[in-house]
Nanobody
């Protein structure tokens, strides 16, 4: 089993920044892919950014140049640095991990961007 706990959400003004954290139980080395997803009210959950075990990362077009996904292997934590936030970034942000063909989700953290 893999447990994921997100933190760092909150209320921020447009143009501001937040850093989300996803604490992963066990070693990140055992995880094939870790990603951040988000779901706004009335919308489907969508991928924001993912990082694979080799360290490469990919981003949704809507956040490229503004968001950065990173990981601290020693702390078993994955981060999402969000800059230049927009009102349309308002959503619940979830951490997702893939290991051995199984997927795991955190419970999410709410990000609200006021315009």
């Amino acid at each position: 089993q893999v447990q994921l706990v997100e933190s760092g959400g909150g209320l921020v003004q447009a143009g501001g920044s937040l850093r989300l954290s996803c604490a992963v139980s066990g070693s990140i080395f055992s995880i094939n892919v870790v990603g951040w997803y988000r779901q706004a009210p009335g919308n489907q959950r969508e991928v924001v950014a993912v990082i694979i075990s080799g360290g490469n990362s990919n981003y949704a077009d809507s956040v490229k140049g503004r968001f950065t996904i990173s990981r601290d292997i020693a702390k078993n934590t994955v981060y999402l640095q969000m800059n230049s936030l927009k009102s349309e970034d308002t959503a619940v942000y979830y951490c997702r991990a893939l290991r051995g063909g199984m997927e795991f989700w955190g419970k999410g953290t709410l990000v609200t961007v006021s315009s």
